[in-house]
């Protein structure tokens, strides 16, 4: 037997696979790379299509900066506070500061989240607010969307002297990659926003993919909304598997996204020669707090450009799921859609022709890949409610492993400990698995 780890919670488990297994190992390639800024400070001090932040911020009265909520990896920690330094430099009081936390559909943040995410300095020096896309009233309207529906974003984020934000890139599977504009347009949108840009019409055109910002319409979707928005100034960073900054840089949204793209995509995109038959895939802390994220790890590996896993093969997650599905309004539609009769068939015909509200498109998603694979959350807090929602569960990843070797046959297994920043290109002709 051969033994390896994979990200659990905010530890990892360690696990055996047969001897006779072919097993492939997948991970991100090394994260230093060069001339690429890894110093917030440093590239603070240089920012990519635009002037200086004191510059900027010289004469304002009232600045916010949008960060990402506990769902995101995002180091705020390390990007925050050089943004600070810069508006305390230019005369901006600690009262004119709010931090407003993009938490888009999902549920309002902990005290000790936020201090978690942005440390207790900060926390205890600046006010450190919520959005909340249900509440009419703080919302502005910033653009006419499809159909006449108005496009709303948080009105303190709107009407600010001067709007910053903050962003991690890696690999998102509507987005293309996440960061730039999508932490103010998406995490700081009214429900219509999310809706459209989250809706089947959007999310099965086919310029709607991982790694692709060139001609994807959900990017330029967000990129508009952010332009609409006034959004200023961002500080987005990329990280290596280890949690390290693996690439900063500071400056104008587009510009910004567009380097940390390229480097996210030249650290992430590996090769692989076929298709596997099982696929262990690795999230840890945020994301396999709740069900709603940790999902992603299976629809990132069979909304690749080439499925990862052959028609008929499982997909196995280790995942906490402390919060079942998630606590939010968009993980509790998730939820109850997945939960569903009819089965995925029935989720996927039913939002082709009646839409989506937000989270129910992840549920889209999901029923698109287990129609053609099994997905097995191990180690799941509450097995009971995950299987309510169409998964399988396994107490070990050995177990889900001999489960799903049904015909005795030496499994060809693929090991990625870090699923959602690994971005597999199958170098082969497969068959098709999406509906």
Same mark, same amino acid.
């Given at each position: 037997?051969?033994?390896?780890?994979? =990200?659990?919670?905010?530890?990892?488990?360690? /696990?055996? &696979?047969?001897?006779?297994? @072919?097993?492939?190992?997948? *991970?991100?390639?090394?994260?230093?790379?060069?001339?690429?800024?890894?110093?917030?400070?440093?590239? &603070?001090?240089?920012?990519?299509?635009?002037?200086?932040?004191?510059?900027?911020?010289?004469?304002?009265?009232?600045?916010?900066?949008?960060?990402?909520?506990?769902?995101?990896?995002?180091?705020?920690?390390?990007?925050?506070?050089?943004? %600070?330094?810069?508006? $305390?430099?230019?005369?901006?009081?600690? $009262?004119?500061?709010?931090?407003? #936390?993009?938490?888009?559909?999902?549920?309002?943040?902990?005290?000790? !989240?936020?201090?978690?995410?942005?440390?207790?300095?900060?926390?205890?020096?600046?006010?450190?607010?919520?959005?909340?896309?249900?509440? =009419?009233?703080?919302?502005?309207?910033? %653009?006419?969307?499809?159909?006449?529906?108005? /496009? &709303?974003?948080?009105?303190?984020?709107?009407?600010?002297?001067?709007?910053?934000?903050?962003?991690?890139?890696?690999?998102?599977?509507?987005?293309? /990659?996440?960061?730039?504009?999508?932490?103010?347009?998406?995490?700081?949108?009214? !429900?219509?926003?999310?809706?459209?840009?989250?809706?089947?019409?959007?999310?099965?055109? =086919?310029?709607?993919?991982?790694?692709?910002?060139?001609?994807?319409? /959900?990017?330029?979707?967000?990129? !508009?909304?952010?332009?609409?928005?006034?959004?200023?100034?961002?500080?987005?960073?990329?990280?290596?598997?280890?949690?390290?900054? +693996?690439?900063?840089?500071?400056?104008?949204?587009?510009?910004?996204?567009?380097?940390?793209?390229?480097?996210?995509?030249?650290?992430?995109? #590996?090769?692989?020669?076929?298709?596997?038959?099982?696929?262990?895939?690795?999230?840890?802390?945020?994301?396999?707090?709740?069900?709603?994220?940790?999902?992603?790890?299976?629809?990132? %590996?069979?909304?690749?450009?080439?499925?990862?896993?052959? =028609?008929?093969?499982?997909?196995?997650?280790?995942?906490?799921?402390? $919060?079942?599905?998630?606590?939010?309004?968009?993980?509790?539609?998730?939820?109850?859609?997945?939960?569903?009769?009819?089965?995925?068939? $029935?989720?996927?015909?039913?939002?082709?022709?009646?839409?989506?509200?937000?989270?129910?498109?992840?549920?889209?998603?999901?029923?698109?890949?287990?129609?053609?694979?099994?997905?097995?959350?191990?180690?799941?807090?509450?097995?009971? +409610?995950?299987?309510?929602?169409?998964?399988?569960?396994? &107490?070990?990843?050995?177990?889900?492993? @001999? *489960?799903?070797?049904?015909?005795?046959?030496?499994?060809?297994?693929?090991?990625?400990?870090?699923?959602?920043?690994?971005?597999?290109?199958?170098?082969? *002709?497969?068959?098709?698995?999406?509906?």
């Amino acid at each position: 037997m051969s033994t390896w780890s994979i =990200p659990y919670g905010r530890s990892s488990l360690t /696990f055996s &696979l047969p001897d006779d297994a @072919n097993v492939t190992l997948l *991970e991100p390639r090394p994260t230093r790379l060069d001339g690429v800024e890894t110093d917030p400070d440093t590239a &603070l001090a240089h920012p990519l299509g635009s002037p200086r932040l004191e510059a900027l911020a010289s004469g304002k009265r009232d600045v916010v900066i949008v960060v990402t909520d506990a769902t995101r990896a995002c180091p705020d920690h390390l990007l925050v506070p050089p943004m %600070l330094r810069a508006l $305390e430099r230019s005369g901006v009081p600690d $009262e004119a500061v709010t931090l407003l #936390v993009a938490v888009g559909a999902h549920r309002a943040s902990t005290e000790a !989240e936020k201090r978690e995410k942005l440390g207790d300095a900060i926390v205890d020096r600046y006010r450190v607010i919520d959005h909340d896309g249900a509440d =009419p009233d703080q919302l502005v309207k910033v %653009l006419d969307g499809p159909g006449g529906h108005p /496009f &709303l974003v948080n009105r303190r984020a709107v009407e600010a002297d001067l709007l910053l934000s903050t962003g991690i890139v890696e690999p998102h599977q509507y987005a293309g /990659f996440s960061g730039g504009a999508k932490t103010v347009a998406i995490g700081c949108a009214g !429900e219509n926003i999310i809706a459209y840009t989250h809706g089947p019409a959007m999310i099965d055109l =086919p310029g709607t993919r991982l790694a692709n910002l060139a001609t994807n319409p /959900f990017q330029q979707a967000v990129r !508009e909304v952010a332009r609409a928005a006034g959004l200023d100034f961002v500080a987005n960073a990329v990280l290596g598997p280890g949690g390290e900054l +693996a690439a900063v840089s500071y400056g104008a949204a587009e510009p910004v996204h567009d380097a940390l793209a390229a480097v996210a995509s030249a650290l992430m995109t #590996v090769d692989i020669p076929h298709q596997y038959d099982v696929a262990i895939a690795g999230v840890g802390y945020p994301k396999d707090e709740n069900l709603y994220q940790t999902s992603r790890a299976a629809s990132y %590996l069979q909304f690749a450009p080439t499925p990862v896993v052959r =028609p008929g093969g499982t997909i196995i997650i280790p995942a906490t799921c402390h $919060e079942g599905a998630g606590k939010g309004a968009g993980e509790q539609r998730f939820a109850a859609t997945m939960r569903a009769t009819g089965g995925p068939a $029935e989720i996927i015909a039913h939002a082709r022709a009646q839409g989506i509200k937000p989270g129910e498109q992840r549920a889209y998603v999901m029923a698109q890949v287990l129609a053609g694979a099994r997905v097995v959350i191990v180690g799941a807090a509450d097995p009971v +409610a995950i299987e309510a929602m169409g998964f399988a569960t396994a &107490l070990t990843i050995e177990a889900a492993v @001999n *489960e799903a070797m049904t015909d005795g046959a030496a499994p060809e297994i693929v090991v990625i400990p870090h699923a959602l920043t690994t971005l597999p290109i199958v170098r082969e *002709e497969p068959a098709t698995l999406l509906t």
